[in-house]
Antibody, heavy 123, light 112 residues
Framework: QVTLRESGPALVKPTQTLTLTCTLS??????????VSWVRQAPGKALEWLAR???????YYSPSLKSRLTVSKDTSKNQVVLTMTNVDPVDTATYYC???????????????WGKGTTVTVSS | QSVLTQPPSVSAAPGQKVTISCSGS????????ISWYQQLPGTAPKLLIY???ERPSGIPGRFSGSKSGTSATLVITGLQTGDEADYYC?????????????FGTGTTVTVL
């Protein structure tokens, strides 16, 4: 069974760096063709794509957040990590990770999602 | 601000049909496949339709998708109270050099 589970701090202060972890189960990012994305949703707002990392370590970022985001993988732990620097209250949201199938950009979709982790940015 | 536009809300009585539109451009819907996601209140999104009109295992045939040019449509027939949720279209957008995955503005379905 494929599952993803997000974890991270529930509260961070403005200007700090936020680090979120997505733990994968039932599949591995060391397997050819596997990809994982991060998506967030501010309270009452639409879904917003943040980043994607592929099995071959290719990475893609939302153009509007690219300067603040870094996505990485630890295949030994079967985890994907997202860091966001210089957070602001507008970054308050529920953050999801999701598996992408297939890796082809033209066809890709998010077939399995984690339950999400809620992050509040406040002093 | 999303590049994929959806109506904010649609509603219908139980058993009826609702149609949700998703309008984009040649750099996104016009070039790539569409997927649709259902988000029940307080839960994570769930894949509903992929590759324009394919349903994952377990998704009932009451949900169907289509695409024409730079627009896509999700149709829900035989509406049930359990279908009350937010629905999002999504696809890849190639307008920038690196591209990005984009979601629609979202549509709330209300069963009257």
């Amino acid at each position: 069974q494929v599952t993803l589970r997000e974890s991270g701090p529930a509260l961070v202060k403005p200007t700090q760096t936020l680090t979120l972890t997505c733990t994968l189960s039932g599949f591995s990012l060391s397997t050819s063709g596997m990809c994982v994305s991060w998506v967030r949703q501010a309270p009452g707002k639409a879904l917003e794509w943040l980043a994607r990392i592929d099995w071959d370590d290719d990475k893609y970022y939302s153009p509007s957040l690219k300067s603040r985001l870094t996505v990485s993988k630890d295949t030994s732990k079967n985890q994907v990590v997202l860091t966001m620097t210089n957070v602001d209250p507008v970054d308050t949201a529920t953050y999801y990770c999701a598996r992408i199938q297939p890796y082809d950009f033209a066809r890709g979709y998010m077939d399995v999602w984690g339950k999400g982790t809620t992050v509040t940015v406040s002093s | 601000q999303s590049v994929l536009t959806q109506p904010p809300s649609v509603s219908a009585a139980p058993g009826q049909k609702v149609t949700i539109s998703c309008s984009g451009s040649t750099s996104n819907i016009g070039m790539h496949y569409i997927s649709w996601y259902q988000q029940l209140p307080g839960t994570a999104p769930k894949l509903l339709i992929y590759e324009n009109n394919e349903r994952p295992s377990g998704i009932p045939g009451r949900f169907s998708g289509s695409k024409s040019g730079t627009s896509a449509t999700l149709v829900i027939t035989g509406l049930q109270t359990g279908d009350e949720a937010d629905y999002y279209c999504a696809t890849w957008d190639s307008s920038l050099s690196d591209g990005e995955f984009v979601f629609g503005t979202g549509t709330t379905v209300t069963v009257l």
